[in-house]
């Protein structure tokens, strides 16, 4: 046994059982947030006792909960904490968002892949008195919005194509993309260029234009959107190195 090991400490330094019972929250929440105890074992690499002592200290604590099938589900202590992370995240996000609508004079937001669905965290809004207002908490479905499509676009296609068969591609206006080959085929270009853009496909009239946080600490994108006539090819030319400068350097505040 290592001295690390000895000492209860992870390879970085940290403590191991702290890090080791995130490591089980994350897994699971990954998983869709219900597993059992072999499916924990197996997924993590840890020994089945080593589990069961962590699982046990978490349901103890309220962020794990045991179902009558015995298999255990995140808890509902963990909602407080989401809440206060995503309040923190809009904290953050904000300047980055000012500067763009100081520079490019459209509403600037922020928006995160949560389950199957994008939630709008952040905005800033236009001082145009014609703008486009995004509420805050909003969920959409993310086939038919840029930051959907930015977000999306660091993903392997084939888990793509399942979030899609699971929440079908609903259309909104006649731009809406509703098959999965057309989407995809737009996520590689997103990946390619490194933006994805909505033209019009969530509300007819509405041109918005998004790049993906990078490194972030769960998939958020960073968009701007106004109405289409305003947003001219001139403007998303300047908006996407703005775009993409106000995102890594959201992610070095994220760090």
Known sequence: MTEDNQNGKGRTGGV??????????ETMADAGGMMGLSQLAAASGLPLPTIHRLVR?????????????????L????????ESSSHMLSV??????????????ESANM???????????????????MRMFTEVGRRVLPHCTAVGKAILAQYPESEVRDLLHRTGM????????????????????????????DEGEQELGVRCVA???PDAPSPLAISISGPAPRMTESLVDRAIPLLTQAAESLSKDLR
């Open 57 to 73: 200290t978490l349901v103890d604590l309220g962020y794990l909960r045991q179902e009558p099938s015995r298999q255990y589900v």
């Open 211 to 213: 790049v993906a946080v």
């Open 111 to 129: 928006a995160m892949l949560d389950g199957d669905q994008i939630v709008y965290l952040a905005q800033v809004q236009s001082r145009h008195s």
């Open 170 to 197: 609903p259309k909104h206006t006649d731009n809406t993309i509703t098959t999965a080959d057309a989407f995809t085929a737009q996520l590689r270009q997103a990946e390619k260029h490194g933006y994805a853009t």
């Open 75 to 82: 808890g509902p202590k963990l909602i407080r904490l989401g």
């Open 92 to 105: 953050f996000a904000r300047p980055h968002l000012a500067r763009l609508v100081d520079e490019l004079g």
């Open 16 to 25: 191991q059982s702290i890090e080791r019972a995130f490591g089980l929250l």
